[in-house]
């Protein structure tokens, strides 16, 4: 049970590590080095989807025989609408945009930007709850290292993360301390998610492909509405791309090699 705790636990570290940045920092991120993070960020979370949580969700519905893709897509599915509707019922600003989303609000600006952080790292959470949640159930798709290697990932990708929350954040006039606590603020919500999430699936294991696909469903709205234009944003540069793959690769080498 030690080891499902630290797992749970590693993401919101590489979160913490990344928002520390900004005390050794003297310069804000360059639109280039944004964007590479960025494009990381999206590579792994992509990866992260397809082999930590979609191919199992499809082999733990073998027994479907061609219909084993449909617990699969359904789960998807909502968790795209899940995170579209927490889109649209929450307010928050995305990092270099002027104009908030969601519903009107007298939040302040930061509070807006660490939402929007928030909301990116809900699926996170859920994504890691639901792999140590088959991992206990005993499930032959998912093994310790398989678990490890998702929290490792979305550890990494979190590092970035937590720099480009923070950083912007001291350079508009917050402290260094009220900035890193921001930061790592902001991923506090993937170990309280990975709770929740692990604590329901151990109710309804039989929803394990369900469960492991509407994660994916969730992460790749993120990648997708908001990775991909902020890494493609301004001036046009293949950094985002190319860092995308490093990503990816990545992601999908840890998997690999620890599952």
């Known amino acids: 049970m030690?080891?499902?705790?630290?797992?749970l636990l590693i993401p919101l570290a590489g979160t913490v590590a990344g928002a520390g940045c900004v005390f050794f920092m003297r310069r804000a991120l360059n639109d280039t080095l944004q964007r590479i993070m960025t494009g990381f960020a999206a590579g792994v979370m992509v990866a992260a989807s397809v082999w930590s949580l979609l191919v199992p969700a499809m082999e733990q519905s073998g027994d479907m025989g061609r219909l084993s893709f449909l617990p699969a897509v359904a789960g998807f599915l909502l968790g795209m609408m899940f995170l579209l509707l927490l889109d649209r019922l929450t307010p928050h600003l995305h990092r270099n945009e002027t104009r908030?989303?969601?519903?009107?609000?007298?939040?302040?600006?930061?509070?807006k930007m660490v939402?929007?952080?928030?909301?990116?790292?809900?699926?996170?959470?859920?994504?890691?709850?639901?792999?140590?949640?088959?991992?206990?159930?005993?499930?032959?798709?998912?093994?310790?290292?398989?678990?490890?290697?998702?929290?490792?990932?979305?550890?990494?990708?979190?590092?970035?993360?937590?720099?480009?929350?923070s950083m912007p954040l001291h350079f508009e006039g917050k402290s260094l301390t009220r900035a890193f606590l921001y930061g790592g603020m902001s991923g506090v919500v993937e170990p309280v998610f990975a709770v929740l999430t692990l604590a329901a699936a151990g109710f309804i294991v039989p929803a394990m492909p369900y469960?492991?696909?509407?994660?994916?469903g969730a992460m790749l709205y993120v990648v997708v509405e908001e990775l991909i234009p902020e890494?493609?944003?301004?001036?046009?540069?293949?950094?985002?791309?190319?860092?995308?793959?490093a990503g990816f690769a990545l992601m999908m080498a840890l998997d690999v090699a620890l599952g």
């Open 2 to 7: 030690g080891n499902v705790v630290i797992g």
């Open 100 to 111: 908030a989303e969601g519903p009107e609000s007298r939040l302040s600006r930061t509070a």
């Open 115 to 165: 939402l929007a952080v928030t909301l990116h790292n809900i699926p996170e959470g859920m994504a890691v709850g639901v792999v140590y949640a088959g991992l206990l159930a005993g499930s032959g798709d998912i093994t310790a290292g398989g678990a490890l290697a998702l929290s490792v990932g979305i550890a990494i990708q979190n590092f970035p993360e937590g720099a480009i929350v």
């Open 211 to 216: 469960l492991l696909s509407f994660a994916a």
């Open 231 to 245: 890494m493609s944003a301004g001036r046009h540069s293949d950094a985002g791309v190319v860092s995308f793959a």
